[in-house]
């Protein structure tokens, strides 16, 4: 089985403007979280999508956003992009929602902001 | 904010040691898992010990869970160089419903040859 795929591996964007990352989850798999990594704040839940809903969202503004299609791939986008946005950008796919699921991660995105 | 905290931030041992990493937690869990990142990369899941176990083995990785104590450690025997890598706790709170895990600082293992 394919594991999970993110695209585009890197990223330079400048302040200002917006990106978005993609994640293919594990075939059969549903729910696709995903998680902003950084030097100073470590990992950090930003969101996940379940059959195309979002179930549960982290502690980050609005301007960061995401969403699921019916094939489960997930999208996430970061709106007016700020230098403290850069980060590796993880998806997790995992079979279903709740609690004992095992997620498992893609090589992650990473982010620059200039 | 992060849920775990721990312990060492980092570790040097030599090949052939074993590699004890602690973490702590401060709310009730339905489980916790550990993960390895190499260099940036993405982490692979390790394994998951369930908040009604004490205990699990997974190869040469040994977990243990103390609930009372809202901690957990991660044991690697016989290391390799090759286990050279991050380890992170992750817990998923009693009170999600979802996959929402909520990482620890991590552990920087180094395994000298």
């Known amino acids: 089985k394919a594991g999970v795929t993110q695209t585009p591996r890197y990223l330079i964007k400048t302040r200002g403007q917006q990106v978005t990352l993609s994640c293919s989850p594990i075939?059969?798999?549903?729910?696709v979280s995903w998680y902003q990594q950084t030097p100073g704040q470590g990992l950090q839940f930003l969101f996940e999508?379940?059959?195309?809903?979002?179930?549960n969202k982290g502690n980050f503004p609005g301007r960061f956003s995401g969403r699921q299609f019916s094939n489960s791939r997930s999208e996430m986008n970061v709106s007016t992009l700020e230098l403290g946005d850069s980060a590796l950008y993880l998806c997790?796919?995992?079979?279903?929602?709740?609690?004992?699921?095992?997620?498992?991660f893609g090589p992650g995105t990473r982010l620059t902001v200039t | 904010s992060q849920q775990g905290e721990e312990d060492p931030q980092a570790l040097s041992i030599q090949e052939g040691e074993n590699a004890t990493m602690n973490c702590s937690y401060k709310?009730?869990?339905?489980?916790l898992q550990w993960y390895r990142q190499n260099s940036g990369r993405g982490l692979v899941h390790l394994i998951l010990i369930r908040s009604n176990e004490r205990e699990k083995h997974s190869g040469r990785l040994r977990v243990t869970l103390d609930t009372s104590k809202k901690s957990s450690s991660l044991l690697i025997t016989a290391s390799r160089a090759a286990d050279t890598a991050s380890y992170f706790c992750?817990?998923?709170?009693?009170?999600?419903?979802?996959?929402?895990?909520?990482f620890g600082g991590g552990t920087r293992l180094m395994v000298k040859p």
């Open positions: 075939s059969g798999h549903r729910s």
């Open positions: 999508y379940f059959s195309e809903t979002q179930r």
């Open positions: 709310t009730s869990i339905n489980n």
């Open positions: 997790a796919s995992s079979l279903s929602s709740g609690a004992a699921n095992e997620q498992y």
């Open positions: 992750a817990t998923d709170p009693h009170t999600n419903a979802g996959n929402m895990l909520t």
